[in-house]
């Protein structure tokens, strides 16, 4: 990783959080695709190196339990991409107080 990309991981989350706020859902869905692929790191990994130690091909029903994975950054994207809620929600007013 560069420099920037560390500099600007918390900023990034915070506006994330702020945006799903807005939009009157819970900050922890930004968390959820970070999740989604360590998830599929390991498992990947688990197949490659434990159960599959010969080197041949794999079965293509080993990568099934990994789609719901798959779809959770797609969640989350759509989440991100909606439209605010109107007037106050349980997180607070809007941002701008209303003018935005």
Excluded: E
């Excluded at 041949?56 to 605010?84: K, N, W």
């Amino acid at each position: 990783m560069n420099v920037f990309s560390i500099l600007m991981f918390l900023p990034g989350i915070a506006v994330g959080m702020r945006r799903l706020h807005d939009t009157g859902r819970s900050g922890w869905w930004v968390w959820l695709p970070s999740v989604s692929f360590s998830v599929i790191v390991v498992y990947h990994a688990s197949f490659l190196y434990k159960l599959n130690p010969s080197g041949g091909h794999l079965s293509p029903l080993v990568f099934l339990p990994i789609i719901p994975f798959l779809l959770c950054p797609i969640a989350t994207l759509i989440f991100l991409c909606q439209p605010g809620t109107p007037g106050n929600n349980r997180f607070g007013p809007p941002p701008g107080n209303g003018r935005g």
